[in-house]
């Protein structure tokens, strides 16, 4: 299995500028997830999908944030317009809901916004 | 909601030392608690879960204990190496796919 995949690997991007970041879950599971990670916050969710639905995204930090999840193997994140302040890691994970929930993170995606 | 909270923030180790790293949750309703481990530059990892039907659970150099009636769980890792520095992850969970709430992380060194 590859595991949750996402892209770019590094973003760097000037403010005002839009962002949109990828996520493909592993295949099969159902709950997706995205987080951002600094070290002010840690780990902060910022919304998630079961069967493609967003369920909670009361984490989303502004309107300037949105995503999607138009099918079970796709998911982005998009910033509109990216300011400076929303620099960090941002991560995926996926989880298949009947096996127990674990979530698997993939590698992220580390965003400066200059 | 619930509120996950991890204790120590930073711990250093001698390698072959033990690691402890504890937290402890708010919600009774929690029933699902994983244990991530963080390298540098890479995505948290699951390394062991736990159930709140289950006491104590272990993989090799590693387990975790659950105490439901006190709210809090733990990590030990014994016979400590090099590899095993990173920062780690509690979290908790009510239910299956649903969101996890994490601890503020413990960066564990293990000196050689």
């Known amino acids: 299995d590859a595991g949750v995949i996402q892209s770019p690997r590094h973003e760097v991007t000037e403010m005002g500028q839009e962002v949109t970041l990828r996520c493909k879950p592993i295949?099969?599971?159902?709950?997706l997830f995205w987080y951002r990670q600094t070290m002010m916050r840690g780990l902060e969710l910022l919304i998630y999908?079961?069967?493609?639905?967003?369920?909670?995204d009361s984490g989303m930090p502004e309107d300037r944030f949105s995503a999607k999840m138009p099918n079970a193997s796709f998911s982005t994140l998009k910033i509109q317009p990216s300011e400076p302040r929303d620099s960090a890691v941002y991560f995926c994970?996926?989880?298949?809901?009947?096996?127990?929930?674990?979530?698997?993170f993939g590698p992220g995606t580390r965003l400066l916004v200059l | 909601g619930e509120n996950v909270e991890q204790h120590p923030s930073t711990l250093s180790v001698q390698e072959g030392d033990s690691a402890v790293i504890k937290c402890t949750y708010s919600?009774?309703?929690?029933?699902?608690f994983p244990w991530y481990k963080q390298e540098l530059g890479k995505g948290p990892q699951l390394i062991i879960d736990?159930?709140?039907?289950?006491g104590e659970k272990k993989d090799q150099r590693i387990a975790v204990t659950l105490n439901k009636t006190a709210k809090h769980f733990s990590l030990h890792i014994t016979e400590t190496q090099p590899e095993d520095s990173a920062v780690y992850f509690c979290?908790?969970?009510?239910?299956?796919?649903?969101?996890?709430?994490f601890g503020t992380g413990t960066s564990l060194t293990v000196i050689p």
């Open positions: 979290a908790a969970s009510i239910g299956t796919g649903n969101q996890f709430y």
């Open positions: 736990i159930r709140s039907n289950v």
């Open positions: 295949s099969g599971h159902n709950s």
């Open positions: 999908f079961n069967n493609n639905v967003p369920i909670d």
């Open positions: 994970a996926s989880s298949l809901r009947l096996a127990g929930g674990a979530q698997y």
């Open positions: 919600d009774s309703a929690s029933n699902y």
